[in-house]
């Protein structure tokens, strides 16, 4: 295994917290930024990140021929057209599911690792096989949660088996952000998940409705350079990621009505 | 807390539901974390207080076992008042 790529495993606990929504950013991101990077679509039930990618067209053999060494790893591999850079492992037929192991996922994980510098995973919902098998071939994982106390109660969970399995660093990811809602007071605040699960924090992503378009069309926000909130997120991610220090965008900042200036004024801790 | 608590305090409204989510998420977290239902915490606390019992007067209304988590690690915090020591059964 090439010792310098790094192997990122993306999970939640929670489902539909956002997971697919950051590894197709985030890869886009990285490979605009010019490292070579490959998407591991670990989530063999229900996969999706093809659809996300817009590359649901252009599959021909996935994870499941490469392991069975029915194909090469280059023959599965989809590259994305405008950027070069990135390329998808698409996830086999859901029935892997009855047969896959840990020493699967790794074997997959370490012939990616060989050809890219960043393999970022995918990993489905829940703590059971699936996430087991994802966790075992990574060393480093971004965990993303919304500031709902499911979301975050399950975040935890997750972070408790990362924990126990070595893995490091662990990230945190907030996604779906209301800076409103946290200025009133009625959302968990960015420090209030931080605080609870005691992780730094990469980044958080705005809620915004463009997250919807792009998926409809397929073209994950960073592709295009958009300057729309989470577009503006996800490219920071990708650049703290890098190593870059960007400054977190600030919730209660996006607000500047007199309004957002009294909701700031009332959310003021007192004790 | 925060200014729109206390101001709601004041006016007897709910406090608000950010700060009702957090209280409730570091309560369960600490039962998550130390795998205990609040079933096996009770059992414990009042195995707790008598072994307690035996050496100090212990106020058993007022004594409490609980969970408490900071930064990902969990303490059991007792809180057992105490009225006074029984003396003889210290060498008990
Ligand atoms: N920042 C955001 N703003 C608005 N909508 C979002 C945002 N992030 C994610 N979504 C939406 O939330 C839904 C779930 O996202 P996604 O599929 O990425 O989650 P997931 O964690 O991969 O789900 P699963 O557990 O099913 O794999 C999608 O409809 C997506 O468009
Ligand atoms: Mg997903």
């Given amino acids: 295994m090439s010792p310098n790529t790094r192997i990122i495993l993306i999970c939640s606990g929670k489902g539909g917290v956002g997971k697919t929504t950051l590894t197709a950013n985030l890869g886009i991101a990285l490979a605009k930024q010019g490292v070579r990077t490959a998407v591991l679509d670990a989530d063999f039930g229900l996969r999706n990140l093809d659809l996300l990618l817009g590359l649901e067209n252009r599959i021909i053999y996935t994870a499941q021929e490469v392991l069975e060494e029915s194909c090469r790893l280059e023959q599965a591999l989809v590259k994305h057209k405008q950027e070069g850079n990135l390329a998808l492992l698409p996830a086999g037929n859901p029935r892997m599911l009855d047969w896959l192991k840990p020493e699967d996922m790794q074997r997959i994980v370490s012939m990616l690792a060989e050809q890219f510098d960043y393999v970022l995973i995918d990993c489905p919902a829940g703590v059971e096989d699936g996430f087991k098998n994802a966790a075992s071939a990574t060393n480093e994982a971004i965990v993303i949660t919304t500031p709902e106390i499911s979301a975050v109660r399950d975040a935890d969970r997750v972070i408790g088996l990362l924990n126990t399995n070595g893995i490091k660093p662990i990230q945190l990811v907030l996604n779906r952000v209301r800076p409103k809602m946290i200025a009133s007071q009625e959302m968990l605040s960015v420090d209030d998940v931080t605080d609870i699960l005691a992780l730094p924090l990469l980044g958080l992503v705005l809620e915004d409705e463009q997250v919807i378009v792009s998926t409809n069309r397929g073209e994950p926000l960073t592709l295009r350079g958009s300057r729309s909130p989470a577009a503006r997120c996800y490219g920071n991610i990708a650049r703290r990621l890098q190593g870059e220090e960007i400054p977190l965008i600030d919730p209660s900042k996006e607000g500047k009505g007199l309004r957002d200036k009294f909701r700031r004024l009332m959310a003021t801790k007192i004790f | ?92």
Wanted: net charge neutral; no cysteine; glycine share 2%.
């Fill in chain 2, 1 to 92: 807390m925060t200014l729109r608590d206390i101001l709601n305090k004041l006016i007897g409204r709910q406090q608000t539901s950010a700060t009702t989510a957090k209280e409730r998420l570091q309560l369960v977290l600490a039962h998550d974390r130390s795998d205990l239902s609040p079933e096996l915490l009770d059992q414990m606390r009042s195995e707790i207080l008598k072994v307690v019992a035996k050496y100090v007067e212990i106020d058993m209304e007022e004594g409490a076992v609980s969970l408490e988590t900071e930064d990902r690690m969990t303490a059991l915090v007792a809180n057992l008042p105490i009225k006074r020591t029984i003396k003889s059964s210290l060498k008990a």
